[in-house]
């Protein structure tokens, strides 16, 4: 079998999302009550590219959130090693026990990834900063050189497309276009 590289992947690299509840899963409560949660099986990732679309309130972030809780990022995005928490637990229960019910399809492991959630960027930010404080990473270089508290809400979000979005990733972004919208 020829070596894969994602220059020359021709699909997505996370192939599909099976989801297999457990019998004591009680579909009277979050989030398993949501008519898409319920009902869904499995989601194929058929390119590169997928977006999740509907109405408020369908599910799109939790299903998000959950992938992100399987592939192991933290419940507030940022990368695999941004180990910080700024909620509570409980605002992220639900999409924590769907994670539980996940079972990924990789056709290829990623160089690059990032969970970017529009809700808990600032925390990301006051994350990134922190560490610069402490000496303990270069943060500010993943980001445009500068913390992003320095500049606008809009700015600090193409900051990050600019600079930590590449071509050999796996990127999750729930609501990227919050701060961008007039």
């Not at 492991?109 to 922190?130: C, L, Q, T, W």
């Not at 979000?157 to 007039?182: Q, T």
Request: with cysteine.
């Amino acid at each position: 079998m020829e070596k894969l590289s994602p220059t020359s992947l021709d699909g997505p690299l996370l192939h599909k999302a099976c989801i297999t509840f457990e019998p004591s899963i009680d579909f009277t409560h979050y989030p398993f009550s949501l008519p898409l949660i319920k009902n869904l099986k499995e989601i194929e990732f058929p390119s590169q590219v997928t977006f999740f679309v509907g109405e408020n309130g369908a599910g799109k972030s939790t299903i998000l959130n959950a992938l992100a809780a399987k592939i192991g990022f933290g419940p507030e995005g940022g990368s695999k090693n941004f180990a910080f928490k700024t909620a509570e637990e409980k605002h992220f229960s639900g999409s924590i026990l769907l994670a539980d019910q996940l079972t990924l399809s990789w056709r290829m492991k990623p160089n690059n990834e990032y969970f970017f959630r529009a809700e808990s960027f600032f925390n990301v930010a006051n994350f990134i900063d922190r560490m610069e404080k402490e000496g303990s990473g270069n943060g500010y270089a993943a980001y445009g050189g500068k913390s992003l508290h320095a500049q606008s809400h809009g700015e600090s979000f193409m900051s990050f497309f600019s600079n930590r979005l590449g071509i050999d990733g796996f990127f999750i972004l729930d609501e990227p276009e919050a701060a961008l919208s007039p």
